[in-house]
């Protein structure tokens, strides 16, 4: 007879039909920060003083975001690699990934209360305008940047498609513009050894002189040694710095990232950046401009910065984010999108605290993988606050008779079903109260309830059929805030009908 208990268990949750959702697990929250440099990159603090900060701060997990690969060049046409001059600045892929990777692994031993998750800050493009001539130059897009994680294959990560990776460029029309110079080594070469005749009168004499083209031979040898040096192996990116590709580079990285099984991570998307500075009388501009547009024009991305020191308005209600899930949810995109909190830490400047943006995982297991495992399928949420206090999400579910399902997750019933959306939301301390949660259907703000210390609500309807995409929006006395993973639902398919 007991045998038969948890047989009878799976057969309910098929029939109820709750995909990815396993009733019997307990999910623990795993309080991280998102997007941390330490010193291996451009962090002010090292692996172990974050570790620290993080014990001390409630922190269980860490996703590190070192910067991939901080290498500028520019060159004059059409012989760039001759011309060619290069800002290059310390970075995981200059000082080697086995050495990052390695270092990782260490802070986990010595901290083995505080997860690491390695990840690196990736420069998929960048280009140029403007002209030295003009003594005026713009760099566009250095900071719009992808995230990525779970490539933990020193090899893997060091061919990432990245701007100036020499790892991963190839061969091109412009290979035979840098190779071009290299040539003149060999005209060089022959001046060098071929003695040019020459006759001069003495008197009534005639003298035969034979002297070298030392002057010429041996420039055009160093010019094209130097060239060949610059230009060796004569790769080049796949997409050069030259012209604005768009949007192809970024999506040649998440697919490349997605063929490794890696996630990737949209970068502060509403932030902008800009600098300028004079080198030798050039006045050279940098600038990244929101882009907020960009999430809808690419796929099969992992996750986004939704929750971040910036004001951001693509989360918002019935806004581009709503959109995005409504798409994936009618079967128009073929993945959906989570909103993380992003923390961007480089230190405590300004009294900057680790633990200020954090996203909450759900996990089985508190391990690296299973980690990773829930920033792909956003069993997550989003949670901004203050040392003083902070809201807590206790219930976020959606539930029909015995199944339920949890962020990220899609509940499949058959149309006239009656569902169940369950909320709890506590307010700790006294800087939070008061509070509001809103619930967001399908981009529309379908109820809210206010108040505090806590608020335990359920929203009833009977589905209809159409596919649904709930999320929920918890907010106090700013900063704090919590932001969930969408929960999906839709009818059954012929592939997994009860």
């Not at 997007?35 to 996703?63: F, K, N, P, Q």
């Not at 060159?75 to 800002?87: D, E, I, Q």
């Not at 802070?107 to 003009?134: K, M």
């Not at 989360?315 to 949810?329: I, K, M, Q, S, T």
Request: aromatic share 8%; charged share 20%; no cysteine.
């Amino acid at each position: 007879m007991k045998a038969l208990v948890p047989l009878a268990l799976l057969l309910l949750a098929a029939v109820a039909g709750a995909e990815g959702a396993d009733a019997a697990r307990p999910l623990q929250r795993v309080p991280s920060v998102v997007h941390v440099h330490s010193t291996l990159s451009t962090g002010d603090r090292s692996l172990d003083e974050l570790a620290r900060m993080a014990r001390a701060e409630g922190i269980e997990a860490l996703l590190m975001a070192e910067n991939y690969l901080l290498r500028v060049e520019y060159g004059l046409a059409p012989f760039r690699a001759l011309t060619r001059v290069v800002h290059d600045e310390p970075s995981i892929l200059t000082r080697g990934p086995e050495a990052y990777l390695a270092s990782v692994a260490e802070a986990r031993r010595r901290y083995p209360e505080v997860l690491f998750l390695p990840g690196v800050e990736v420069i998929p493009h960048h280009y140029w305008t403007g002209s030295p001539v003009a003594l005026s130059m713009m760099l566009h897009n250095t900071q719009k940047n992808l995230l990525v994680f779970g490539v933990t294959d020193p090899a893997a990560l060091r061919a990432l498609p990245a701007s100036g990776n020499l790892h991963a460029r190839r061969y091109a029309w412009a290979s035979v513009a840098d190779a071009l110079p290299a040539l003149l080594v060999v005209p060089g070469v022959v001046l060098l050894l071929v003695r040019r005749v020459r006759r001069v009168r003495v008197g009534r004499a005639i003298m035969i002189q034979r002297r070298r083209h030392w002057l010429a031979g041996g420039v055009l040898v160093l010019v094209g040694i130097v060239a060949l040096v610059r230009a060796w192996p004569f790769t080049v990116d796949a997409y050069p710095p030259w012209q604005d590709y768009r949007l192809a580079p970024h999506q040649a990285l998440i697919d490349h990232v997605d063929g490794l099984g890696g996630a990737t991570m949209w970068s502060l998307p509403e932030a902008s950046d800009e600098g300028r500075r004079s080198l030798v009388g050039v006045t050279v501009t940098w600038r990244t401009d929101p882009y907020p547009e960009d999430l809808m024009r690419t796929f099969r991305y992992t996750a986004f910065g939704a929750i971040y020191a910036q004001p951001t308005r693509f989360e918002e209600p019935g806004g581009r984010w709503d959109r995005l899930l409504v798409e994936f949810a009618r079967g128009e995109r073929s993945r959906p999108a989570w909103g993380l909190g992003e923390a961007g830490f480089h230190g405590p400047q300004g009294g900057k605290r680790l633990s200020a943006i954090q996203t909450v995982f759900l996990v089985a297991n508190k391990t690296e993988a299973a980690l990773l495992d829930a920033l792909k399928r956003g069993r997550l949420y989003a949670l901004q606050r203050l040392p003083e206090g902070t809201l807590a999400l206790a219930d976020w579910s959606v539930a029909a008779g015995e199944a339920s399902v949890v962020s990220g997750e899609t509940l499949r019933v058959p149309a006239g079903t009656v569902l169940d959306v369950r909320v709890a939301v506590d307010a700790i301390g006294e800087t939070v109260e008061p509070f509001r949660v809103t619930l967001v259907r399908n981009g529309i703000v379908t109820e809210g309830w206010s108040g505090g210390p806590s608020i335990r609500a359920t929203y009833r309807e009977t589905f209809d059929g159409r596919p649904l995409v709930f999320r929920i929006e918890a907010r106090g006395r700013a900063p704090h805030r919590i932001l969930t993973s969408p929960i999906f639902v839709a009818a059954p398919t012929p592939g997994n009908s009860p």
